[in-house]
């Protein structure tokens, strides 16, 4: 990932009305408390597959990540993980687990994205190129997300239709990454 990735995300991002808190995965949970709204569900972040060992990254106290039927209805903000980012859309690439990740992100009028900058590609040729073995060998389904629900079927254009009225991305720096641009951070704090 380059600057200019992260620079073309964000500018993409805020195109497309969603707001973006960035900061070092120790701060996780603090940027997610101030982005969500009450209540919140979620799943937990980096809770298996790669990078999960070493994460610092965790969810608010706040957030219910083992919701009823009625906590996932009844929720404002649903908090989840992205596996990837691609700069050149805004998109966020959502994996479908027993987690229930998918549900979290769509049947709220919030969510709630956490994506590490690592793992954002540039565009969607890299994108397919990671997506390529996920979908073939491991039979991953993925659904690629842009910005809030806009539909205009029925005439004027509508927001949160079909899935979120509010996008906010939570965007992950590497602890040393920020520690090299920041004096004052060390990667211990």
Known sequence: MSVADRSTFKRRLD??????????????????????????????LGAEGEGAVDST????????????????????????????????????????DPAGTEPVSLFVDRHVVVLREADLVPDMPDAFEWLGPKARDESVDVVFATGPSATADMGGLVHGAHGP???????????????????????DE
Do not use: F, N
């Open 57 to 96: 990254a965790a969810l608010p106290a706040r957030v219910e990540t083992d919701p009823t039927t009625a906590q996932l209805r009844a929720a404002h903000t649903g908090v989840t993980d992205a596996s990837l980012g691609v700069a050149e859309y805004g998109s966020v690439a959502i994996e479908t």
């Open 165 to 187: 009225k509010e996008v906010h991305v939570v965007l992950l720096r590497d602890e040393t990454d920020e520690a090299a641009t920041d004096p004052e951070v060390t990667p």
């Open 15 to 44: 195109s497309l009305g969603v707001t973006v808190s960035e900061g070092p995965e120790s701060a996780c949970a603090d940027l997610i408390d101030e982005a969500a709204g009450e209540p919140a569900v979620g799943v937990a």
